[in-house]
């Protein structure tokens, strides 16, 4: 063999280990993938919260890290809700925050599809 068909062989060889190593990897991917790409998410996870504005949300937050029924109770009544789950989604706008707590907005569609609302919720809570 010629010296230039071994490097056209290698390079053959090398370009399909790479494509089916990538496919392999897709085809494992970790449970936190949505999370880190939240554009390929399609539903939200069951009891994560969803509020109509960001304040909202991070009134929300505040609420449940200081452990306050009340401002719970009043927040899930006026504006904030967890999500049933399985609720498909398309994600509108992602925050600047990095992390699981990174705050999203995203359109969920509920009575079959035929209604939908555009609501802030957090990247945790996106799945496939």
Request: net charge positive; charged share 25%; proline share 6%.
């Amino acid at each position: 063999m010629k010296e230039w068909e071994i490097k056209k062989i290698l390079m053959f060889s090398s370009l399909l280990f790479i494509f089916l190593f990538s496919r392999l990897a897709r085809a494992q991917e970790p449970a936190d993938y949505y999370q880190k790409n939240p554009y390929m998410a399609h539903h939200m996870q069951k009891g994560v919260p969803g509020c109509l504005t960001r304040d909202l949300l991070r009134q929300f937050l505040t609420a449940t890290v200081s452990k306050d029924d009340p401002a719970l109770k009043y927040l899930t009544e006026n504006g904030c809700i967890l999500f049933r789950p399985d609720v498909p989604i398309t994600v509108l706008e992602i925050g600047p925050e990095a992390g699981p707590l990174t705050i999203v907005k995203v359109r969920g569609y509920v009575n079959d599809g035929n209604t939908s609302v555009e609501i802030w919720t957090f990247r945790l809570g996106l799945a496939k």
